[in-house]
T-cell receptor, first 113, second 111 residues
Framework: NAGVMQNPRHLVRRRGQEARLRCSPM?????VYWYRQLPEEGLKFMVY????????ESGMPKERFSAEFPKEGPSILRIQQVVRGDSAAYFC???????????FGPGTRLTVT | EDKVVQSPLSLVVHEGDTVTLNCSYE??????LLWYKQEKKAPTFLFML????IEKKSGRLSSILDKKELFSILNITATQTGDSAVYLC???????????FGTGTSLTVIP
């Protein structure tokens, strides 16, 4: 049973470009969470999704950031018009229905130049 | 504002030592507290604590929650170099779906 997969593992974007981060949850998991980890800071919650639904996006910046978890395929975190301050490690985690135990992916390290 | 505070921020010990990591929380409608170990990559789940005073153990690691004083501790006995990592605690509430993470305790175990 493969764990949570994220790709790409490293992503370099110039200011103003778009970044797309993908997360495939563990088999049988329908809940996905996205987190951002900045240097010297803890993991910060961004958004919680179930299949085709955004349940809680209160941690997501209001502009430029969006997330989806379609019926088929991975969850996508999309950052438009990236800025230097978006440089961070972005982790996704999945959990089975109704469980609080989360399994994390290896993260995507985004660098904005 | 809900928050989780961990201490110490970093710790260096020798192999064989016992360490205690602390996590205090202020979370509205608290439900559970979780501990994770983060090495170079993704955090891996260690414990989930929901009830006060009940110790959870896994090998040399153990953890307990005090819901009256709003804190948890993670103990590691007979530390090994492989225990070197950042240890994160996170709290979750009944009303939200958010996990509030602390900034972590960086543990270094030297031979």
């Amino acid at each position: 049973n493969a764990g949570v997969m994220q790709n790409p593992r490293h992503l370099v974007r110039r200011r103003g470009q778009e970044a797309r981060l993908r997360c495939s949850p563990m088999k049988g998991h329908s809940h996905v969470y996205w987190y951002r980890q900045l240097p010297e800071e803890g993991l910060k919650f961004m958004v919680y999704l179930q299949k085709e639904n955004i349940i809680d996006e209160s941690g997501m910046p209001k502009e430029r950031f969006s997330a989806e978890f379609p019926k088929e395929g991975p969850s996508i975190l999309r950052i438009q018009q990236v800025v230097r301050g978006d440089s961070a490690a972005y982790f996704c985690a999945s959990s089975p229905n109704g469980a609080y135990e989360q399994y994390f992916g290896p993260g995507t390290r985004l660098t904005v130049t | 504002e809900d928050k989780v505070v961990q201490s110490p921020l970093s710790l260096v010990v020798h192999e064989g030592d016992t360490v205690t990591l602390n996590c205090s929380y202020e979370v509205t409608n608290f439900r559970s507290l979780l501990w994770y170990k983060q090495e170079k990559k993704a955090p891996t789940f260690l414990f989930m604590l929901t009830s006060s005073g009940i110790e959870k153990k896994s090998g040399r690691l153990s953890s307990i929650l005090d819901k009256k004083e709003l804190f948890s501790i993670l103990n590691i006995t007979a530390t090994q170099t492989g225990d070197s990592a950042v240890y994160l605690c996170a709290s979750i509430s009944n009303t939200g779906n958010q996990f509030y993470f602390g900034t972590g305790t960086s543990l270094t175990v030297i031979p």
